[in-house]
């Protein structure tokens, strides 16, 4: 049926919405501090939390704490909208192999009962040993 791979379908990417909508909701809290922290300073001349000052100038700097927070919460975000659109797709072409399946090539094999069959063929080959046809050599 292909109702079943739709409900399938919705009940898991839905699923998966939700645990991204609950993540982000969990990660809110950190990501308005790491906002936070990137807003100048109220006091003049006072240093800011979020920045740091290097003792000396170095070739390489390393990245911003705010900026490494917010290149996580993108790779997830692009991990799990993979996996939603990767929901979809399958989705998609299980409803679709469902859909084109054509119901005449579900039908029932025919049952065939092998021991009257062969039942058959004994009496048919005494019935031949009783009339005296011998089809055999000798």
Avoid: C
Avoid at 3 to 13: A, C, E, M, Q
Avoid at 74 to 98: H, P, Y
């Amino acid at each position: 049926m292909p109702y079943r791979s739709i409900l399938i379908t919705l009940v898991t990417t839905t699923l998966a919405l939700l645990a991204a909508g609950l993540w982000m909701r969990a990660i809110s809290p950190l990501l308005m501090e790491v906002n936070a922290s990137t807003q100048p300073s109220t006091e003049p001349g006072e240093l800011h939390p979020g920045m740091t000052v290097p003792a000396t100038a170095a070739a390489h700097q390393p990245e911003r704490p705010d900026r490494q927070f917010k290149a996580l919460i993108k790779a997830v975000m692009i991990a799990t909208m993979l996996v939603i659109t990767l929901l979809f797709v399958i989705g998609l072409f299980t409803t679709f192999r469902a859909w084109m399946r054509s119901p005449t090539r579900n039908k029932k094999t025919r049952y065939v009962d092998a021991w009257k069959i062969a039942g058959e063929r004994m009496e048919a080959d005494r019935a031949a040993d009783e009339s005296g046809d011998d089809t055999g050599p000798g």
